[in-house]
């Protein structure tokens, strides 16, 4: 059978891959420990806030009326009845001819509707207070429920909790948080040619980097790596290792889904009856992608060549944690932005290209380089400072200067 026939396209690919994953469930965790993850429930406002008026400056409790007047050559004098500081009551009224000393954050005392900062004030006595300068009624007052609302939804199930969301939670008084928990992401590479990193590197062999930057791509997409053995190019071996793996809510593997005499990870798969979804994306890097249920549980067999193993994760893997993790449709796949080329750019092949790019900025227009390193998938410095993939289709030729599809995989400053 012609391989075209049967490949599909990486759309088509992700949309088998999604239909197949659910949202995993809600954990609760304490507070710090929900940032970056995904809230799982309506957070409302459970009381107003700030709880009453209260003064946005160090300065003076006055009635509006009693000072409509004031200015430097003619002040008006109040009398001090009392101070307030912040945390505290006032306890007076404050009546005509009268003011109360008031700080930051303080309650508005009764009877007051305006606040003169201290700066426009001179006090010579103790017992009386210059107002120097006239003041809006109403100013400086910060008002009750300005900020939330008793019953104010103020976050849905879904937001993405960073700094601020953690504030605000601190001040709904949450010590636990329900959040979506994150998936657990066994790992396995296989190949008999693999040492690990800290073992000695024998000719004829290659240290084994996907592991770690399997883990690594887990963890930065917000999952929980599990980085299991690696498994020899021996069947039984290989099966033995996945077994241990079906504790996690996904499993990688890495190598051994091509074509090879050597490559039984698919075999191993079929013979313990997973459930088949796909095979080999019309794609490049990535073409020998496996994607199965194995009781249930999905199961990634990524291709070998390092960059392969990454750009089908950023592809295929990454939105099927974002998913399982919570987030809406709109979030799964990656964010996609127009650049222009540094340079030609030329894709003579029959399959999309996703060419690891630097992007950056010249003024107002987002560039793509991709010719700081080789391409191939075996050339993982290719990674390095990759913020970005070029998206080029099969037979699409971009001079230098055209404009071309780009994916963001990492942070794209703006020089300053
Ligand atoms: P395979 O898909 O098993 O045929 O592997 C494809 C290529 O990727 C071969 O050159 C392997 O040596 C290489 N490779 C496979 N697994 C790893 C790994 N864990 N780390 C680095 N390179 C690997
Ligand atoms: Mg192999």
């Not at 290659?206 to 930065?220: K, Q």
């Not at 790596?225 to 499993?251: K, N, Q, S, Y």
């Not at 992608?289 to 249930?296: P, Q, T, V």
């Amino acid at each position: 059978m012609n391989d075209s026939q049967t490949v599909l396209t990486p759309e088509q690919a992700q949309q088998l891959v999604l239909a197949r994953i659910d949202v995993l469930g809600i954990e609760r965790v304490s507070l710090l420990d929900a940032l970056n993850r995904l809230l799982a429930r309506d957070e409302e406002a459970t009381y107003d806030n700030p709880p009453h008026d209260n003064s946005a400056m160090d300065g003076y409790a006055v009635r509006f009326d009693d000072i409509a007047s004031a200015s430097a050559q003619q002040p008006v004098s109040l009398e001090v009845i009392e101070e307030i500081p912040a945390g505290t009551i006032g306890k007076k009224q404050v009546g005509p001819g009268q003011a109360s000393r008031i700080m930051t954050g303080a309650p508005i005392p009764a009877g007051i509707d305006t606040v003169i900062k201290v700066e426009d004030t001179k006090r010579d006595g103790k017992s009386s207070v210059d107002i120097m300068a006239p003041e809006e009624r109403g100013r400086h007052i910060r008002r009750r429920g300005e900020d939330m609302r008793t019953g104010e939804v103020l976050m849905s199930a879904g937001t993405r909790l960073m700094a601020g969301e953690v504030g605000v939670l601190a001040s709904l008084q949450r010590t636990f948080v329900p959040v979506y928990r994150r998936p657990t992401i066994a790992i396995l590479s296989t190949g008999d040619e693999l040492v690990e990193i800290d073992e000695p590197l024998e000719p004829g062999k290659i240290v084994n980097s996907n592991t770690a930057s399997l883990a690594a791509m887990v963890t930065a997409h917000g999952g929980v790596p599990v980085m299991l053995p690696t498994a020899p190019d021996i069947e039984d071996e290989i099966r033995r290792t996945i077994e241990t793996a079906l504790g996690c809510d996904f499993i990688l593997s890495s190598g051994g889904v091509s074509v090879g005499d050597f490559d039984f990870v698919k075999k191993v798969l079929e013979d313990m009856e997973a459930e088949q979804v796909l095979w080999r994306v019309a794609m490049k890097p990535g073409k020998p992608l496996f994607f199965c249920l194995l009781r249930g549980r999905p199961f990634f067999g990524l291709p070998g060549n390092p960059v392969s193993s990454l750009m089908s994760f950023l592809q295929f893997v990454r939105p099927a944690v974002r998913k399982a993790s919570g987030y809406a449709e709109g979030e799964w796949l990656l964010p996609t932005a127009r650049a222009r080329m540094h340079h030609l750019l030329n894709n003579p092949g029959d399959r999309r290209e996703y060419q690891r790019a630097r992007l950056d900025w010249d003024g107002d227009q987002l560039m793509a380089d991709t010719a700081y390193r080789a391409q191939g998938s075996h050339i993982l410095t290719s990674m390095l400072g990759a913020n970005g993939v070029v998206v080029m289709e099969p037979g699409q030729r971009a001079e230098a200067g055209d404009e071309v599809g780009v994916q963001i995989i990492g942070d794209v400053f703006r020089p300053s």
